[in-house]
């Protein structure tokens, strides 16, 4: 069974830094496309960034992250992270990482198309 674990959530000040993580213990992440949504209550899922496999290590960005964000692979540690810097109360939401292996890239996909999907990290702005 193959689950995606997201970590590294927590409540910071604006203009502060975060990084989240999502590991597997089954799915190597360096090997397919992998990406991080987020969710504000009452909103829909969002695509913050993703980057594809080996094969297509393209990234794409949401507009209102670009340039603040970065997304990167560990293959060492078998990782997907995510570093937030300058981060702004809009950035608020629960942080969801996502792979599949049977694409290439999952630019202009949904969360919910993409075949493993983690439970979330909260993170919060203020």
């Known amino acids: 069974h193959v689950q995606l674990v997201e970590s590294g959530g927590g409540s910071v000040q604006a203009g502060q830094t975060l990084s989240l993580s999502c590991t597997s213990s089954?799915?190597?992440?360096?090997?397919?496309?992998v990406a991080w949504f987020r969710q504000v209550l009452g909103e829909e899922r969002e695509l913050v960034v993703a980057?594809?496999?080996?094969?297509?290590?393209?990234?794409n960005y949401a507009d209102s992250v670009k340039g603040r964000f970065t997304i990167s692979k560990d293959n060492a540690k078998n990782t997907l992270n995510l570093q937030m810097n300058s981060l702004r109360p809009e950035d608020t939401g629960v942080y969801y990482c996502?792979?599949?292996?049977?694409?290439?890239?999952?630019?202009?996909?949904?969360?919910?198309?993409?075949?493993?999907r983690g439970q979330g990290t909260q993170v919060t702005v203020s």
């Open positions: 996502a792979a599949d292996p049977g694409l290439i890239s999952c630019s202009g996909r949904s969360f919910d198309t993409l075949r493993y």
């Open positions: 089954m799915l190597t992440i360096s090997r397919y496309c």
């Open positions: 980057i594809g496999g080996d094969s297509d290590g393209r990234t």
